[in-house]
């Protein structure tokens, strides 16, 4: 498996760790992401279920990295992700920066790695 490929590996398990805080633990949920905001449990399980979604891209996705359509949406995953919290801190105020910020190191990371290797993930999918 490629570098890419752990890297996603890992951000899906942190996604996992995610999913198990909006369905069970709500309240380290809204304090390690949320912390300006009040919550309830519907949120937290909203929640939980775009992450579940974003983890299960990203396992798909690390270890299919040549499936072009796979791996763009994977990609916007990150993109959307990052576009959202960013939104949830600039405009709406319900994140600290320094919640923003460890999502912004992720998302960041992802966004970067997935573009400078976009090229050889296109490369190995096509069809002769």
């Not at 909203?46 to 299960?56: Q, Y």
């Not at 891209?57 to 072009?68: D, I, R, S």
């Not at 995953?77 to 709406?92: K, P, Q, R, V």
């Amino acid at each position: 498996m490629k570098a890419l490929g752990w890297w996603l590996m890992l951000v899906g398990f942190l996604r996992l760790a995610a999913v198990w805080f909006g369905f069970f633990d709500i309240w380290a949920l809204r304090l390690a992401v949320f912390s300006n905001a009040s919550m309830n449990e519907v949120h937290g399980r909203t929640f939980g279920v775009w992450t579940l979604l974003t983890c299960t891209l990203c396992f798909l996705c690390a270890f299919n990295l040549e499936n072009k359509p796979l791996y763009a949406a994977t990609f916007l995953s990150f993109i959307y992700a990052l576009g959202h919290f960013l939104t949830e801190h600039l405009i709406y105020r319900t994140m600290t920066a320094a919640n923003l910020s460890t999502v912004g190191f992720f998302a960041g990371t992802s966004i970067v790695w997935m573009l400078l290797q976009w090229n050889g993930s296109r490369r190995g999918s096509k069809r002769e």
